[in-house]
């Protein structure tokens, strides 16, 4: 890479890459990968009081981590999802809630509205 531009569109292309890979994989293939995933998780991390953990919503076949998530909630972590409050700007994280005090922003996902914002733990 040699320059600014070369390396967006090198990062654009493989961007792309991964989406049409994880899109290809069989559904059964997906469930594994996504068990892989969550059982790793989950012997990953000793979980502290009130431990802040970010997550975002599975996007175009990505690792689904909300069951992984509501398990380190039920063992008293926090959940943190971002909240799109510039579209050019840094993802703010702020704890997750009911859904029904969320927005749509600039995906089909919903948001938190902006509010006190906190940065995750892990």
């Given at each position: ?46 979980l502290p009081q009130g431990m802040v953990v970010g997550f975002c919503w599975p996007y175009k076949g990505e690792f689904d981590a909300r069951r992984t998530i509501r ?52």
């Amino acid at each position: 890479m040699h320059n600014g531009s070369e390396l967006k569109a090198w990062r654009k292309q493989r961007r792309l890459a991964f989406i049409a890979q994880r899109l290809g994989l069989e559904e059964e293939r997906r469930r594994e990968w996504d068990g892989r995933i969550k059982r790793l998780l989950n012997a990953a991390f000793a979980l502290p009081q009130g431990m802040v953990v970010g997550f975002c919503w599975p996007y175009k076949g990505e690792f689904d981590a909300r069951r992984t998530i509501r398990r380190m909630r039920e063992m008293s972590a926090r959940a943190a999802l971002p909240a799109v409050v510039d579209k050019k700007g840094p993802l703010q994280f702020s704890e997750g809630g009911p859904v029904s005090r969320w927005r749509r922003a600039y995906t089909r996902y919903p948001c938190r509205r902006a509010r006190a914002s906190f940065t995750p733990t892990r």
